[in-house]
């Protein structure tokens, strides 16, 4: 009889334990800044020439666009990712130096993809903090800023490095990135 009192309360406990997790609203919550991200500009704190045509811009889209920017996004469609799938991670691919190549247009810019991990606030917008998840691959850019404009626009300060042909020097710079979450096709 004390049995099958024990495992009828139990049963009880365990039913009461599913139904609370079920009913847990926190955990059916999705974040708005969920989604895809396209890169619309990425500007320099100091002009630069980074194509090699004798021009200096602090327009890095401008800049890059006939080295990288054309092809690349028939390759991969976003350029900023924030996925929920495990905790809140945002998978970034920006374009920078990856060899120090004396020879101009050969090879020198490409895409570094570091991923971050997010510590949202209770309203899911907003970001408290951030840290790179360590890789097997370095990255030539550091991440010290992130901003929300609006729910659809994400602004990052980084730091990197880049190569100016007219002074043949590199520079270590600081960098703005503004990205547009791109539409959801049903």
Same mark, same amino acid.
């Given at each position: 009889?004390?049995?099958?009192?024990?495992?009828?309360?139990?049963?009880?406990?365990?039913?009461?334990?599913?139904?609370?997790?079920?009913?847990?609203?926190?955990?059916?919550?999705?974040?708005?800044?969920?989604?895809?991200?396209?890169?619309?500009?990425?500007?320099?704190?100091?002009?630069?020439?980074?194509?090699?045509? @004798?021009?200096?811009?602090?327009?890095?889209?401008?800049?890059? &666009? $006939?080295?990288?920017?054309?092809?690349?996004?028939?390759?991969?469609?976003?350029?900023?990712?924030?996925?929920?799938?495990?905790?809140?991670?945002?998978?970034?691919?920006?374009? @920078?130096?990856?060899?120090?190549?004396?020879?101009?247009?050969?090879?020198?810019? @490409?895409?570094?993809?570091?991923?971050?991990?997010?510590?949202?606030?209770?309203?899911?917008?907003?970001?408290?903090?951030?840290?790179?998840?360590?890789?097997?691959?370095?990255?030539?850019?550091?991440?010290?800023?992130?901003?929300?404009?609006?729910?659809?626009?994400?602004?990052?300060?980084?730091?990197?490095?880049?190569?100016?042909?007219?002074?043949? $020097?590199?520079?270590?710079?600081?960098?703005? &990135?503004?990205?547009?979450?791109?539409?959801?096709? $049903?």
């Amino acid at each position: 009889m004390k049995d099958l009192k024990f495992n009828q309360l139990l049963a009880v406990l365990i039913i009461i334990s599913t139904l609370l997790s079920c009913s847990n609203e926190e955990n059916n919550l999705t974040s708005p800044l969920v989604g895809e991200y396209e890169l619309i500009e990425y500007k320099s704190e100091t002009e630069l020439d980074l194509n090699a045509d @004798g021009i200096k811009s602090d327009d890095i889209l401008d800049e890059l &666009a $006939e080295l990288y920017f054309e092809d690349h996004n028939d390759i991969i469609p976003y350029d900023l990712s924030i996925s929920d799938y495990y905790n809140i991670r945002m998978h970034l691919r920006l374009p @920078g130096l990856l060899s120090l190549d004396d020879i101009p247009n050969r090879n020198t810019y @490409g895409n570094s993809f570091p991923v971050y991990q997010l510590n949202l606030n209770e309203d899911l917008v907003t970001v408290s903090d951030f840290k790179l998840i360590p890789s097997e691959i370095s990255y030539p850019s550091e991440l010290h800023e992130m901003t929300f404009i609006e729910p659809n626009i994400i602004q990052l300060i980084s730091k990197q490095t880049f190569r100016c042909y007219v002074d043949d $020097e590199d520079r270590r710079i600081n960098t703005t &990135a503004t990205y547009r979450k791109l539409e959801q096709e $049903e």
